[in-house]
């Protein structure tokens, strides 16, 4: 059964602290893993990474993945209050039924002043 | 970037009757949507995929006859829970991959509703 597990399951952290969250992973025909960031509502998307040892950086969010550990780390340097939300990660893999997502349980991640 | 509606955004309804949820792509044309379910501080799960003109592909130990998938054209899908019961109530997000982007893998998500039965 394919399984994601993201840790830790919530955190709280005060405003310019760093923080780092973990997503593991163990899946059959695996080709990308994502990162969103899911407030109130819909899901938006961060980041997807296909490559070991590649960091993709948007500002302050930084993400790598490790293929032969089947990990990847999302960083998050000078928190903010608005960084306040729940993060998931969702491994993309190849079915007989074609293309889809398996989503971790997600890191709530809030951030005080 | 690409836009996903979802009409309607919360929805009351009684034990025993039917409800459809509609997930449109508002910029792009989707030949695949997909339907999620979210019980609260839990993630995302996958109840189907969506595939436009044929028939949708369901996620193991999710009731096809319970959970109605259309998908009619290009830019619309629908989701109808029959003869829902309290144990439907959930939060149901659809999003759809824009067969033009850079990657199969990627989704855009719908704003979600947020269905209660009583």
């Not at chain 2, 039917?18 to 339907?35: G, H, N, P, Y």
Request: with cysteine.
């Amino acid at each position: 059964e394919d399984k994601v597990v993201q840790s830790p399951l919530s955190l709280v952290v005060h405003e310019g602290d760093t923080v780092t969250l973990n997503c593991s992973y163990e899946v059959t025909n695996f080709r990308s893993l994502l990162w969103y960031k899911q407030e109130k509502k819909a899901p938006t998307f961060l980041f997807m990474l296909t490559s070991s040892g590649i960091e993709k950086k948007s500002g302050r969010l930084s993400s790598i993945l490790d293929k032969k550990e089947l990990f990847s780390i999302l960083n998050i340097t000078a928190t903010q209050t608005g960084d306040s939300a729940v993060y998931l990660c969702a491994v993309g893999i190849l079915t007989g039924g074609g293309n889809k997502l398996t989503f971790g349980t997600g890191t709530q991640l809030k951030v005080e002043l | 970037g690409a836009v996903v509606s979802q009409h309607p955004s919360r929805v009351i309804c009684k034990s025993g009757t039917s409800v459809k949820i509609e997930c449109r792509s508002l910029d792009f044309q989707a030949t695949t949507m997909f339907w999620y379910r979210q019980f609260p501080k839990q993630s995302l799960m996958l109840m189907a995929t969506s595939n436009e003109g044929s028939k949708a592909t369901y996620e193991q130990g999710v009731e096809k006859d319970k959970f109605l998938i259309n998908h009619a054209s290009l830019t619309l899908s629908t989701l109808t829970v029959t003869s829902a019961h309290p144990e439907d109530s959930s939060f149901y997000i659809c999003s759809a991959r824009d067969p033009q982007g850079i990657s199969r893998y990627e989704q855009y998500f719908g704003p979600g509703t947020r269905l209660t039965v009583t």
